[in-house]
């Protein structure tokens, strides 16, 4: 079943031509580069910016695998969360799309559709039950998964997000947006350092939630020390700053995946979003994964940052379950996944 998938939440214009997990085209076209000088993403700038590109992204789509529109059979759109303009510019395009080819249409999940976006990749897929772990710039979200549509809340960030904390903390450097790409390489240069050390946020002894805000401020405290501008800490210093923070900002993220496969039981670790793309999370879910006998699944690179494939391939799954959306279609800013079971 050939269903074309749109993504427009934030600063990344995609469309993709899936067919249950085999990914037939996935292009993304960003807007990154217009955000970088004010450091974070211009909703404004992020809209016109996919006003402008989606058709022609939608044509290299659909290029490759010589296809035309007329062979899809299923459009899948983001719907939420995320910008609000910059979904429904997205949506728009879906509607009409819908409507002039006759086609059934589906708003997707963001979040979910991120959670499961390593069943794109080749190999098996991750079996159910497993915890989910979505982690990206607007989000850190835990889940108990017994089956796609069928997902528990286990815990959320109280605060910011891990990938936003990232850029935050890169802005603090000087390191420019996005901030995750950079610190992961720059952590790589730096070591422990007895002089920087960052607090890990628990949230007590059950929590399965998450707090970045104490780690940024932590961050920001060691700059301002002394009375130091960003440009004036040397390259060591800066490296062990990323290393620190990163160190502190995992190991959160590790222990509540290990509390929530505690209290569920789950042997299995499926981990998505943009943060997905991390080395150093990598190694420690690896780590932890090989310690505690469990699986440990990440979706490929290209599929950790917003991209379109993944909102098809969820899309299409609900689609077979039953689910589709009417012209009525609207965007959910801050479509959560408290109505998730
Ligand atoms: O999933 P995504 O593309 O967009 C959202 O749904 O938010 O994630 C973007 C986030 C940014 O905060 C970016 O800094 C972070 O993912 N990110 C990373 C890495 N690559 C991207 N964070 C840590 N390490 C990386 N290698
Ligand atoms: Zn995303």
Do not use: W
């Not at 269903?3 to 031509?17: F, I, V």
């Not at 979040?111 to 989000?139: D, K, M, Q, R």
């Not at 991209?307 to 800013?333: C, F, H, Q, T, W």
């Amino acid at each position: 079943m050939l269903t074309l998938g749109l993504e427009t939440s934030c600063d990344e214009t995609s469309a993709s031509l899936t067919d249950g997990r085999r990914v037939l085209a996935n292009i993304v076209s960003s807007s990154v580069h217009l955000h970088k000088r004010y450091g974070g993403v211009v909703p404004e700038i992020a809209s016109r910016f996919h006003v402008e590109y989606i058709i022609e992204v939608i044509a290299k789509a659909l290029e490759n695998p010589h296809k035309t529109l007329k062979d899809v059979k299923l459009v899948a759109v983001t719907n939420g969360p995320g910008l609000v303009g910059a979904l429904l510019s997205g949506i728009s395009v879906a509607k009409a799309l819908g409507y002039s080819l006759k086609r059934p249409m589906i708003g997707v999940n963001h979040i979910l559709a991120h959670l499961y976006s390593s069943f794109l990749s080749e190999g098996p897929t991750p079996a159910f039950p497993f915890v989910g772990l979505v982690v990206s710039g607007g989000h850190t979200t835990l889940f108990y998964c017994k089956a796609i549509g069928s997902e528990r809340l286990l815990g959320s960030t109280q605060d910011d997000a891990v990938g936003e904390a990232y850029d935050k903390v890169a802005k603090i450097l000087g390191l420019g947006y996005p901030g995750g790409p950079v610190i992961d390489r720059l952590a790589k240069k730096g070591t422990r350092n007895a002089a920087i050390s960052f607090p890990r946020s628990y949230l007590g002894k059950d929590s399965l939630d998450f707090s970045f805000s104490g780690i940024q401020t932590a961050v920001l405290y060691h700059v301002r020390k002394r009375d130091r501008r960003p440009e004036t800490i040397d390259r060591k210093e800066t490296a062990d700053i990323c290393y620190a923070f990163q160190e502190a900002a995992l190991d959160a993220l590790v222990e509540k995946v290990r509390r929530a496969c505690e209290v569920t039981g789950a042997r299995r670790v499926v981990i998505g979003g943009g943060v997905a793309a991390n080395s150093r999370l990598r190694d420690k879910m690896r780590e932890l994964a090989a310690f505690s006998s469990m699986k440990i699944y990440f979706p490929e690179l290209k599929y950790c940052m917003d991209n379109a494939a993944m909102i098809g391939y969820l899309g299409e799954v609900l689609y077979k379950k039953g689910k589709r959306s009417d012209l009525y279609l609207s965007a959910e800013p801050n479509l959560g996944v408290l109505n998730v079971k």
